[in-house]
């Protein structure tokens, strides 16, 4: 006889409350045995674990041998972000650029830029009827969980998958790259069509336009941009495209690629550590934020309310009662992160193109009180800055980016990065990564299943 629903529930509720005690270790323990939980040690800094020539996150200087904390700077293969972005001008490729030069470690010439333009415009395809076989198919509520079915399946697709040689390697990569925008996006409109009753719209790529211009036309409904919306989202992509072999999905894909796995398992694999709210899902943690600010305070240029309604949040009686300020604080910069900086800048230029100035505003106003409220809540001594996930929802609303769409639009920025990393530990052959965990429970004897209590 068939188990009822509400007998299933009562039995795994045994089963969880099990689990709960069965998983639950002494914190001091931690303490005792110098545990560098989350490969971090007691001031909070990273443990090193790797070397990597692709990025540098810098946000000390040194004086007179001491560590002073100092304004961001991030480096793609030795070039400052801020002057790689400066650099772009009017041209219409800088993702595409910045991903050349994560990839083989220098700046593209004229010639071997558009010649990689063309290998990425051949490598966008989809596979004939991937769209209705894959991308239709059980479409999932969450968009990153279909990139991962996706990246899985082109698996299927591959005649050598398995075949970890640099060679084979970046042709997998250069593929993904080129396909994650048509497949976050398709996996958008489906995901409209079949759980919001949606009209099913497909619109396919144009061969002359870049990523950025790609991805507004195949989303929009009437497939138009204007030219600084493009330039901004465009702009938005090279921030999140690298950022260090430490953070977490890319460390993921460290770890993974150690064993020597195919590059679809290292990719989705990625992708499953960038959906943690934690990771490249905080930025839709901050839209929600300012979602519940902008219903509690309605005059936002009342700093005294915001700044109490801001402690409200950190002593857990406002918002998702975490006690958390979304995109303020980062745990490598401290006076500035600058990426939040140079979205900060379009994010003022794209507001007044959309008359939303006074929305600006109030993020700057929060941006500005709630690091002090923090600092002084927490009593911390360093800085508390605004982190890239403060700006990058707003900025993603203005677009007309859809909030399904905000962690996927990380992911088509940050692959870049990932596959240069699984390049660099491919090619420096390294060990399997393998931390130490050590056990502190206790060894028992057996017991018969009949003499059980």
């Known amino acids: 006889m068939a188990m009822s629903s509400e007998i299933l529930d009562e039995k795994l509720g045994q089963l969880v409350e099990m689990s709960r005690n069965s998983g639950r270790i002494d914190l001091n323990l931690y303490t005792e045995y110098d545990v560098k939980r989350g490969l971090r040690d007691s001031t909070g800094k990273g443990v090193l674990t ?71 415009g051949y490598y966008r395809e989809l596979p004939e009827t991937f769209v209705r076989d894959v991308v239709m198919k059980a479409t999932s509520k969450n968009m990153m969980n279909s990139l991962q079915k996706c990246v899985l399946t082109l ?62 036309q195949m989303l929009h409904p009437d497939g ?78 009342d700093e ?46 794209l507001s007044m193109e959309k008359h939303l100035e006074h929305e600006f505003e109030l993020y700057e106003t929060v941006e500005r009180i709630a690091g002090a409220c923090i600092a002084k809540k927490r009593r911390l001594l360093k800085p508390v800055c605004a982190n890239v996930d403060f700006f990058s929802g707003f900025v993603y609303t203005m677009l007309g980016l859809p909030k399904e769409l905000y962690t996927p639009i990380f992911a088509i920025a940050r692959i870049s990065g990932w596959s240069a990393h699984r390049i660099e530990e491919l090619v420096n052959a390294g060990k399997i990564i393998r931390p130490a965990y050590k056990y502190v429970g206790f060894h028992r004897d057996y017991v018969e299943l009949q003499d059980r209590n």
């Open 224 to 301: 138009v941009y204007t030219e600084l919306e493009a330039k901004v989202l465009d702009v938005a992509l090279v921030v999140h495209a690298e950022h260090g072999g430490g953070n977490n999905s890319t460390f993921t894909t460290h770890v993974v690629s150690s064993s020597g796995t195919d590059t679809y398992s290292a990719v989705a694999a990625s992708l499953g550590s960038l959906k943690g709210p934690k990771h490249g899902g905080a930025n839709l943690k901050v839209q929600e934020m300012f979602e519940d600010i902008k219903k509690h305070i309605t005059d936002w240029t």
């Open 155 to 216: 698996y299927s697709y591959d005649e050598d998958p398995d075949n970890i040689s640099i060679p084979n390697v970046l042709k997998q990569e250069l593929s993904l790259i080129a396909k994650f925008p048509l497949i976050a996006v398709y996996s958008y409109h489906a995901y409209r069509h079949y759980h919001l009753n949606e009209n099913l719209v497909i619109r396919n790529p144009r061969p002359e336009l870049s990523f950025a211009e790609n991805i507004l």
């Open 50 to 120: 790797g070397l990597t020539e692709i990025s540098d996150v810098v946000s000390f200087k040194n004086v007179n041998g001491e560590k002073i904390p100092d304004e961001g700077h991030l480096y793609y293969q030795g070039y400052s972000v801020d002057q790689l972005i400066q650099g772009f001008h009017q041209r219409r490729y800088g993702f595409e650029e910045i991903t050349y030069l994560l990839l083989f470690g220098q700046l593209p010439s004229e010639e071997q830029m558009k010649n990689f333009i063309d290998i990425l």
């Open 304 to 349: 005294d309310r915001v700044c109490d309604y801001l402690n409200q949040i950190l002593d857990k009686e406002a918002f998702d009662h975490q006690g958390l300020i979304y995109g303020m604080g980062h745990a490598v910069y401290t006076n500035s992160d600058p990426r939040a900086v140079i979205l900060k800048h379009y994010a003022k230029q």
